[in-house]
Each structure stands twice: as C-alpha cells, then as structure tokens.
C-alpha cells in the first residue's frame, strides 16, 4: 500500500474515498469544504440523526462539489478524551467502512487537533499503522478468487496542515517499518504449526541474518551443544517431540550502540501440554505459543532499517511440546543451566521452563544491562487482563516507566502487575529448589513471573504475559482472527526511544 501527505486542498483530492472526521461537540463545523457541501451535509445530518458519535458514520454523494466520489463523514464522540489507542480503533473501524465500498483510492483529513495535542509523528504513524494492520488478511491458503476479491485499497492520501508537514513525514519513516514487522509477525504466528517448526524459525532466523549485512549475527545452538550448556529444563520440554529443539540468538551491534539489551520470546511452536494433555478446545488456539518468538524475529527484521543505536540480542529456545514415549513426566526434575533444580508437576507449564534457560544464558553469557522477555505463558493472565491487556512485571523501576511509556505511544495496552514476595512459597518445592506449578489455584500469572524472576539474579528485567493479546479469538477492527503481532510496535518504540 502507498501512503502520501498532502496539504493540498481537500475539494481536490482525487480520490474515491473522501474521509473526514468530526466529534460530537462541532456542529458539522468542516472549513475546509466547500459552502455547497456543508448546506448539503447539515441536511443529510438531520435527515439520518447523524451525532457523529463514536464508530457513527454518514456517507454523502458530493454532487461534484469534490474530485471524490464518495464522501464519508467519522464520528469520533467527544473530542477531550485522546490517546493514540483510540486513534488507532478509530481508523481501523472508519477502515473497515471504507472498505465497503472497495476504492483503489482514498484520502483521510486529519483533525489538526490531533496533531496538536499528541505527537504529530506518532499520530502519522499510529494511523497508518493502523490503516495496514486493519486491511490485514492471512489469504495464504485461500484459493485464487477470494484472494483478489481482497485486494483494493492502492493508495492513501493523508491530508494534514502544511505546518506540520515535516513532523508528519517522520512519522510515515516510522511506519514504514513497525507495519512491515508487525504484519511480519501475524503471518508468522498464524502460519500452520506443521509449517513453523523449530528448525523453520532457526532458518527464518539465520535469513534475517542474511539480509542485515553484517550488521545482525545468527547463530543456532543444536540439542548436544544444549547438552553441554546444561539446558535441562529446556531439553526436558523438547524431548517429547519428534522435532529437534534450536536454541535461537540474534545479535544485532551498531557502530555505537548506549546499552545492551536482550529480548526473549517464549518459541512453544505448538503446545499440546504434553503428558498433561490439553483438551481440544484448548488446544485448537496452540500454534499462538510461538508469539512472542515472531515479536523478537519481527523486531529483528527491522532494526537496521529503524535505525537502533542499541546493542540487541535476540534469544528464542524454540522447541514443540508433544507427549510421547520420551517425553518428560509429571514428578521428573529437571536442572536448568543456572543449576537450579525444577520439579515438572504440569508438563503443560513449560514455556516457563524453556524460559529458564533463555534467561539463565542471557544472565551467565550475555551480561546485558537489561532483559525483555515476551511470553504467551499463562491463561491466569487472561483472567485477570482479560483478551486485550498484556501483564508487565519487571524489578527496575526506571524500565518499568520506559516500557509504559511505549506502550501508550503505540497503543498496546499493558497493566504493571507485582512481583509478591510472599507468593515465592507457593513454587518451593518438598524435592528440589522449585516446582513449576504452584500450590493452590490462585494467582497463576504472577507466579509464574516469580518461577522467571529465580533466574534472573540481580539483572534489570521485565517481562511480558502476552496470552491475551497475542491471539484475536474473533475478528475485531485492528485484527482478523488470528496472530496479531502484539509487542512490536511496543518493543521498537522502547529500542528507539532515548
Ligand atoms: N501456552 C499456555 C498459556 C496460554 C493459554 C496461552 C491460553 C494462550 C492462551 C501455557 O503453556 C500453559 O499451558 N499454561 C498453563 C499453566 C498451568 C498448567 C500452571 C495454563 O495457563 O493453564
Ligand atoms: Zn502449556
Ligand atoms: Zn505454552
């Protein structure tokens, strides 16, 4: 898709499309029209009860008055309350209206007041993000004629006062590559878990490499070099399957780089639960383990290009979790690289335990100043966030006000949950140091973020339960159902910001 800025005047934009929008508190107050237009407009307000309240539309023909053929009008309700998620639900849903009427072409009059009041590059970049993610298909297996019935919208016109012109244009740079890296992610987590296996995402790992120029090393450590590092905890969740596990590490260094960070995504390409089986229904879903995974090779695949003055280091211990003749059972005790000892009480806790070893490498060979680990690992998170709202634990509180901040930035919501000391009780263990499920049924999510915290020693680290918002179980404005590649916008907003 091609976006475009312009100043240019609105009545002659050629486009099918004309977008413009207006909240609750104007009364259809749109200068920029012409006189006719609006006499035309107020009539066709009255005559439909149109209050331009949120998600309201009101489509006008303009009766030449424009070079468009179609004007729509978006209401936005009130105009006081502003972020740039409701920005972005916004565009998606005036997106998907849009899209009924199926034009090549179309041109979307920004508010000034949203380049006002909120950063002007990121508002840019917000809405054509969200003008990518909302027109997002995974077509792959479809067959030919219902792909090209998908296939219209070519270019997109953003029309913005001339004064903020340039500002704009940094944030069309921006999401040249956050939407490239997100849908990079979606197709990823939605491919087929037959077709994502652990040595597909070491080798799309070791393409990425590839393509960066030097800039970006790959390396895949194979089952008897994990053996060596004493992986256990690791090796124990791969050995039900008849895959072979790849331990994943990117390293992306620029010529001057301020700090070192290592991100970490849980790489479960499909989790049955293993001996402790899943039920079908809950297994349907279970190809989205690997999401977090596609958010660091998502990441991976732009940071070059984004520009990052950060030393990165990517880590995926990608393996399935299968039940099988070899694989681990409930009762077993498995030894992490860092030499502490779990007992495997619910096979199905296991991203927690490939985890372990991620972080116990980053902690002992990486030395960063900072760990990110990204994790679709707990359905306690879901109960508690619910669908849309990823839970953030992290012991530095410096970082945990950095990652807010990018995550109101991009609109992707995240809510800081506690690191409860006292809860530490419920994963010791009568047999080894701890236990990979807890006693009792509460409080699931945040202890399974305490079992992560006994590897990270005194490291500077936050991690992210993403089982909510990795994965639309239905179709929603921003999303088809599927893999949504939450935490990339996040994750290059923190990279990049000073
Ligand atoms: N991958 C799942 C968590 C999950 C569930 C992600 C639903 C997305 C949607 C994880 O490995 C898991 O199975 N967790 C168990 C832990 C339990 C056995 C302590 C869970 O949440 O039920
Ligand atoms: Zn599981
Ligand atoms: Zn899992």
């Given at each position: 898709m091609k976006f475009l800025l312009k100043s240019s005047a609105v009545a002659k934009l050629d486009v099918d499309v004309l977008t413009?929008?207006?909240?609750?508190?104007?009364?259809?107050?749109?200068?920029?029209?012409?006189?006719?237009?609006?006499?035309?407009?107020?009539?066709?307000?009255?005559?439909?009860?149109?209050?331009?309240?949120?998600?309201?539309?009101?489509?006008?023909?303009?009766?030449?008055?424009?070079?468009?053929?179609?004007?729509?009008i978006a209401g936005v309700g009130t105009e006081e309350i502003f972020s740039y998620y409701q920005i972005q639900k916004c565009i998606a849903s005036t997106i998907r209206k849009i899209n009924e009427f199926k034009p090549a072409k179309i041109a979307l009059v920004i508010p000034p007041i949203w380049l006002e009041r909120l950063s002007a590059p990121l508002v840019t970049a917000s809405i054509i993000e969200s003008v990518e993610l909302a027109s997002y298909r995974f077509m792959k297996y479809k067959s030919e004629g219902e792909q090209n019935r998908n296939r219209n919208l070519e270019e997109v016109i953003?029309?913005?006062?001339?004064?903020?012109?340039?500002?704009?244009?940094?944030?069309?740079?921006?999401?040249?590559y956050s939407a490239k890296a997100v849908l990079f992610a979606r197709d990823l987590v939605n491919e087929p878990a037959a077709v994502t296996t652990p040595s597909y995402l070491a080798n799309l790992a070791k393409s990425i490499g590839n393509?960066?120029?030097?800039?970006?090393?790959?390396?895949?450590?194979?089952?008897?070099?994990?053996?060596?590092?004493?992986?256990?905890?690791?090796?124990?969740?791969?050995?039900?399957?008849?895959?072979?596990?790849?331990?994943?590490?990117?390293?992306?260094?620029?010529?001057?780089?301020?700090?070192?960070?290592?991100?970490?995504?849980?790489?479960?390409?499909?989790?049955?639960?293993?001996?402790?089986?899943?039920?079908?229904?809950?297994?349907?879903?279970?190809?989205?383990?690997?999401?977090?995974?596609?958010?660091?090779?998502?990441?991976?695949?732009?940071?070059?290009?984004?520009?990052?003055?950060?030393?990165?280091?990517?880590?995926?211990?990608?393996?399935?979790?299968?039940?099988s003749g070899k694989a681990v059972k409930p009762g077993d005790i498995l030894t992490a690289m860092n030499k502490k000892t779990i007992e495997v009480l619910n096979t199905d806790a296991e991203g927690r335990l490939t985890l372990a070893d991620a972080i116990s490498y980053a902690v002992i060979k990486e030395k960063p100043d900072e760990i990110i680990d990204l994790a679709t690992l707990t359905g306690a998170c879901m109960v508690a966030l619910g669908q849309d709202i990823a839970g953030l634990w992290v012991n530095d509180e410096l970082l945990a006000s950095q990652l807010q901040k990018s995550a109101e930035l991009t609109g992707e919501n995240i809510w800081r949950m506690p690191l409860v000391k006292e809860y530490k009780e419920l994963i010791k263990s009568g047999v080894s140091d701890i236990k990979n499920i807890q006693t009792g049924k509460y409080g699931g999510a945040i202890t399974a973020a305490l079992f992560l915290q006994e590897f990270v020693g005194k490291t500077k680290w936050a991690?992210?339960?993403?089982?909510?918002?990795?994965?639309?179980?239905?179709?929603?404005?921003?999303?088809?159902?599927?893999?949504?590649?939450?935490?990339?916008?996040?994750?290059l907003n923190f990279l990049s910001s000073k």
């Open positions: 413009v929008f207006s909240s609750d508190k104007q009364n259809i107050d749109l200068p920029f029209l012409p006189k006719e237009l609006i006499s035309l407009l107020e009539k066709s307000k009255n005559k439909e009860k149109f209050e331009a309240k949120d998600g309201e539309f009101l489509v006008v023909a303009p009766h030449g008055y424009l070079a468009a053929y179609k004007l729509l953003l029309q913005v006062m001339p004064n903020k012109l340039a500002r704009c244009e940094e944030g069309l740079n921006i999401a040249r393509d960066a120029k030097g800039i970006t090393k790959v390396t895949v450590l194979e089952k008897e070099e994990l053996i060596k590092l004493g992986m256990g905890a690791f090796l124990g969740v791969s050995a039900g399957s008849a895959e072979e596990p790849k331990f994943i590490r990117l390293h992306y260094k620029p010529q001057k780089s301020r700090k070192k960070v290592v991100i970490i995504g849980k790489g479960i390409t499909f989790d049955t639960g293993g001996l402790s089986l899943k039920s079908a229904e809950n297994m349907e879903t279970m190809k989205l383990d690997m999401s977090g995974a596609a958010v660091i090779l998502a990441v991976f695949s732009v940071l070059k290009e984004a520009n990052i003055d950060l030393e990165v280091t990517g880590i995926i211990a990608a393996c399935e979790n299968m039940p991690h992210f339960d993403i089982a909510g918002p990795a994965f639309a179980e239905t179709d929603t404005p921003l999303t088809p159902r599927g893999g949504t590649g939450f935490g990339v916008r996040l994750l």
